[in-house]
């Protein structure tokens, strides 16, 4: 992720899970990313634009980009 280089103590391994949790949240303080998680997402649809319009089971948005992030963490 551009800006958010590891300078962990090693460079070609695997951070602890709650330490990639805190690298996340740190993440999306420093950029004000409008990140939603826990979110239940119902449909997403490309608008005539190219523009994403997303509907939730909280509330719609349109966005330029949608990140679609699941797994094991």
Do not use: C, Q, W
């Amino acid at each position: 992720m551009a800006g958010a280089e590891y300078n962990g103590p090693k460079r070609d391994g695997f951070m602890p899970l709650h330490n990639v949790i805190e690298f996340f949240k740190e993440y999306v303080s420093r950029f004000l990313l409008p990140v939603k998680d826990n979110t239940t997402v119902n449909e997403i649809a490309v608008a005539a634009d190219g523009r994403y319009l997303i509907k939730t089971t909280e509330a719609n948005y349109v966005a330029k980009n949608v990140v679609i992030a699941t797994g094991f963490f």
